[in-house]
């Protein structure tokens, strides 16, 4: 439980709030580099941290993002022609670079220095594994951008889905453990499983335990349940790295390379940015790991983009439709919920909550540890920013960034934090130390 003014402070992400003002210290994902194509191709809308910002990409193939509103007398730069190095608003002609700054003026006379007055809001933009980064912070000079592993990778992918809802109820899907044996998995029975796969301990213990614990980067969980075997437990080792950063432990430690970004568009709405690169060694596929036909994934179908503020990378299961809910598929044992797939699960749950979630009338159990953690890291980082000026965690130390989650199998006297430093630590081969099953 959270009361309400510090659910706001944990929530709200626009200019002059301190979570706003926590997150505009690091690099903040924008959007795909596939959605500006092309050298002067079509500007495209940008909601971020509440902000309403235009993204272009010039002719020689930078990427610009500007302030919606044309610093002249305000019409939308959504509008604007993207011409030669700069994009022009339409109204009377003037012209900004990527930096925002106005290199022509037409509708002045030649002999004014008007133009070299003016300025338009412009955030400056990196492009890494398919991802277009920008600072919208108060430094001259940015820090580095984390080292994320999987946006770093020359094979590097990102896709890309919207929900509506704040950041902070979505991200905590990420963290909760225990939900994926409900949710995902409540018809799923220990006979439908293969003995001894990770499939496996987590139907037949669906309330784990849990060791949590702070890290230069945020927060780390392990979920831990008996195995077969009276000398082991089975692990499910996550992350949150701050600022918005999750680690899912799906597949065995240390296969696989991916992270999540919830970045806030607004207090209400929120895209997930999920960076992938291909995993050190083949894991199982899916449909393996259950006896049972059918699986959890499911579809994620999308909408066309349109041009609107909230027009990009929409799941066609939305609160609008129920998610797509079918009871009959519930009851035919296809899956728990009625809902196509995993994914439309998430969005139905956490966008259920409302558009922010009033953590005032919750009731936290045991399970919710790792929730609790990540918020109060979060709120006492922007609070520190903002009484002492306190640098947060990670925004000058992107190699604290170099993680991976997973499953693991640890001798049950083992600390499970410092068993697994090795295998946890991304950008490493492993070679020798791969887990053999799921
Ligand atoms: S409003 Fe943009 S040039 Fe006048
Ligand atoms: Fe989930």
């Not at 510090?6 to 795909?32: H, I, K, S």
């Not at 604290?400 to 989650?405: D, E, P």
Request: a negative charge.
């Amino acid at each position: 439980m959270l009361a309400k003014e510090t659910n706001e402070l944990l929530c709200r992400v626009g200019p002059g709030t301190e979570m706003g003002d926590l997150m505009r210290q690091y690099w903040v994902p924008a959007l795909r580099s596939d959605e500006l194509a092309t050298p002067d191709s079509a500007p495209v809308r940008v909601r971020l941290l509440g902000e309403n910002l235009i993204a272009f990409r010039v002719t020689s193939g930078r990427v610009g993002l500007i302030g919606n509103h044309c610093p002249h007398r305000g019409a939308s730069l959504f509008y604007g022609r993207n011409e030669e190095e700069g994009l022009r608003c339409v109204y009377h002609g003037w012209k900004f670079d990527v930096g925002g700054s106005c290199v022509d003026m037409p509708s002045e006379p030649s002999d004014c220095n008007f133009k070299g007055k003016v300025k338009a809001v412009a955030y400056p933009c990196v492009e890494r594994g398919g991802v277009v980064w920008t600072y919208m912070g108060p430094r001259q000079t940015p820090p580095p951008v984390p080292d994320l592993e999987a946006n770093m990778d020359a094979q590097a992918q990102v896709y890309t889905v919207m929900r509506k809802c704040n950041y902070m109820q979505a991200l905590e899907g990420d963290i909760d453990s225990a939900h994926f044996a409900f949710l995902h998995m409540g018809h799923i029975t220990v006979d439908d499983t293969y003995d001894g796969n990770f499939i496996h301990y987590q139907i037949r213990e669906r309330a784990p335990r849990y060791e949590v614990t702070d890290t230069e980067f945020g927060i780390s969980y392990g979920a831990y349940r008996p195995t077969d075997n009276d000398d082991t437990y089975f692990w499910r080792i996550g992350n949150f790295l701050c600022p918005f950063y999750t680690q899912v432990p799906l597949g065995p430690l240390p296969l696989r390379r991916a992270v999540r970004a919830w970045v806030p568009m607004d207090d209400e709405h929120t895209m997930s940015f999920n960076m992938v690169a291909p995993s050190v060694a083949e894991i199982v596929p899916d449909p393996e790991r259950l006896k049972k036909p059918g699986g959890i994934v499911g579809t994620t179908e999308m909408l066309p983009d349109t041009t609107d503020w909230y027009g990009r990378s929409r799941l066609k299961a939305d609160i609008v439709n129920d998610h797509l809910l079918d009871r009959e598929r519930a009851g035919r044992g296809e899956s728990y919920t009625g809902l196509p797939g995993l994914v439309a699960e998430d969005h139905a749950v956490t966008e259920s909550m409302g558009s922010i979630c009033d953590r005032s009338q919750e009731h936290l159990g045991t399970s919710d540890v790792m929730i609790i953690r990540t918020r109060l890291r979060l709120i006492r980082a922007a609070q520190a920013l903002r009484t002492t000026g306190e640098i947060p965690p990670g925004v000058d130390n992107p190699e604290v960034y170099r993680q991976r989650a997973g499953g693991v199998m640890l001798p049950r006297s083992a600390n499970w934090f410092e068993a697994t430093k090795s295998l946890r630590t991304g950008f490493a081969e492993h070679a020798g130390e791969l887990a053999s099953k799921r």
